[in-house]
């Protein structure tokens, strides 16, 4: 081609270019004019680190000296077991969150090494979870345990216990709580939070303090 044509291309190249460039800068001037408003809305948005954030919901204890929360629940002997049939005796009510994790089985083979002794001062022991019943009688058979086991599907008595913590966009679980009830159904004694290691080992001798007070 003659040299005419080859810089004719060159110019046509660059003018090309010099086009491209003037449409980019007016495209970002408009977005530009539009960023403060996008921005503001952007701030009103839900942010998700908050949510994920968010603390667990725990709920107010029963008050000491008064009638504790009764309960009705399925039981893994295929029976319903209720606090109004055990009235007459103590009775150690231990709320866990899940059968099988290395606490609560830590904990239901401690109170089976002591639930003996609890029986042998007329008190019963009781473990409540949310989990589902075939799950709790799998634990039991496998562990060997001969206390009561029951499953708060509806989470209803965790929650009057006081024991149930909410987690955001999970569910409701049972703390690891536990009470004292004495033969007359009245609320003695409350541990939360507590070690599933030193649990039974505590509970008993408070019931011994309750039993035999100075």
């Given at each position: 081609?003659?040299?005419?044509?080859?810089?004719?291309?060159?110019?046509?190249?660059?003018?090309?270019?010099?086009?491209?460039?003037?449409?980019?800068?007016?495209?970002?001037?408009?977005?530009?004019?539009?960023?403060?408003?996008?921005?503001?809305?952007?701030?009103?948005?839900?942010?998700?680190?908050?949510?994920?954030?968010?603390?667990?919901?725990?709920?107010?204890?029963?008050?000491?000296?008064?009638?504790?929360?009764?309960?009705?629940l399925p039981s893994d002997s295929g029976k319903n077991l209720s606090l109004k049939s055990l009235r007459g005796k103590w009775v150690v009510v231990y709320f866990y969150p899940k059968v099988f994790t290395q606490g609560c089985t830590c904990q239901a083979e401690a109170y089976q090494k002591d639930v003996d002794d609890f029986r042998s001062k007329n008190c019963e022991v009781v473990g409540i979870s949310t989990n589902p019943m075939d799950k709790i009688q799998e634990f039991k058979l496998k562990y060997g345990l001969s206390f009561p086991m029951l499953a708060d599907r509806e989470c209803s008595v965790v929650e009057s216990y006081g024991a149930a913590i909410k987690l955001p966009f999970i569910g409701t679980f049972a703390n690891r709580f536990t009470y004292i009830i004495d033969p007359q159904g009245t609320l003695r004694a409350t541990f939360g939070n507590v070690d599933p290691k030193m649990d039974s080992i505590v509970c008993y001798a408070r019931l011994l303090e309750l039993q035999n007070p100075k």
């Open positions: 081609l003659p040299k005419k044509a080859c810089f004719a291309c060159m110019m046509d190249s660059h003018a090309s270019v010099l086009l491209l460039c003037c449409f980019a800068c007016m495209m970002a001037s408009s977005a530009l004019a539009f960023a403060p408003p996008l921005v503001s809305s952007l701030t009103r948005l839900p942010r998700r680190a908050s949510i994920s954030r968010a603390a667990p919901t725990m709920m107010a204890t029963p008050p000491l000296g008064e009638q504790a929360p009764g309960f009705d």
